[in-house]
T-cell receptor, first 114, second 109 residues
């Protein structure tokens, strides 16, 4: 079946511009996560959605970052006024039932801020 | 930091040899998972081991968990060039997962 889909796969933007990254989770998965990975580093948690509950936004690095999940499915991560330090691979993952289920990752969006 | 830490950071072995990677963590967990990442893109889930389990197998993979030491190990037996990748452990923390910095494994033909 279809896996987690992220778009675009690559995004180059100028410093100061806004960007939107999209994630289509696996159908039926109630939990959705966004992570960020800088070159050669581990994964940094950004935000977590579970069903209709309020999202856990504790990992968002600044108020320039926001995310929403519409209808319990597709999620959009928005970065406003991008900075060069925002350059990274942004990974989305979904799971069937939260923390006791494995995560299924998309291939990520590589964001480059020039 | 509540992160797990993998050890070693990098490992090079010959094809056919076994590879062992370790993960240490700091807080109580419900489960621990291992993932593989090729070419810096999406991660692939390998094994989930629950806190009440001590060992789990999947093909050439063997995972152990010692909750008293807050540590886990991943053993890959009879390694192949295709096993070359980064390997991450992830522990549940609250409602999300915390990943370590990973071990970069190179399997030389």
């Amino acid at each position: 079946g279809a896996g987690v889909s992220q778009s675009p796969s690559n995004k180059v933007t100028e410093k100061g511009k806004d960007v939107e990254l999209r994630c289509d989770p696996i159908s039926g998965h109630t939990a959705l996560y966004w992570y960020r990975q800088s070159l050669g580093q581990g994964l940094e948690f950004l935000i977590y959605f579970q069903g209709n509950s309020a999202p856990d936004k504790s990992g968002l690095p600044s108020d320039r970052f926001s995310a929403e999940r519409t209808g319990g499915s597709v999620s959009t991560l928005t970065i406003q006024r991008t900075q060069q330090e925002d350059s990274a691979v942004y990974l989305c993952a979904s799971s069937l039932a939260g923390r006791n289920s494995p995560l299924h990752f998309g291939n990520g969006t590589r964001l480059t801020v020039t | 930091s509540q992160q797990g830490e993998e050890d070693p950071q990098a490992l090079s072995i010959q094809e056919g040899e076994n590879a062992t990677m370790n993960c240490s963590y700091k807080t109580s967990i419900n489960n621990l998972q291992w993932y593989r990442q090729n070419s810096g893109r999406g991660l692939v889930h390998l094994i989930l081991i629950r806190s009440n389990e001590r060992e789990k197998h999947s093909g050439r993979l063997r995972v152990t968990l010692d909750t008293s030491k807050k540590s886990s190990s991943l053993l890959i037996t009879a390694s192949r060039a295709a096993d070359t990748a980064s390997y991450f452990c992830a522990t549940d923390y609250g409602q999300n997962f915390v990943f370590g910095p990973g071990t970069r494994l190179s399997v030389l033909p």
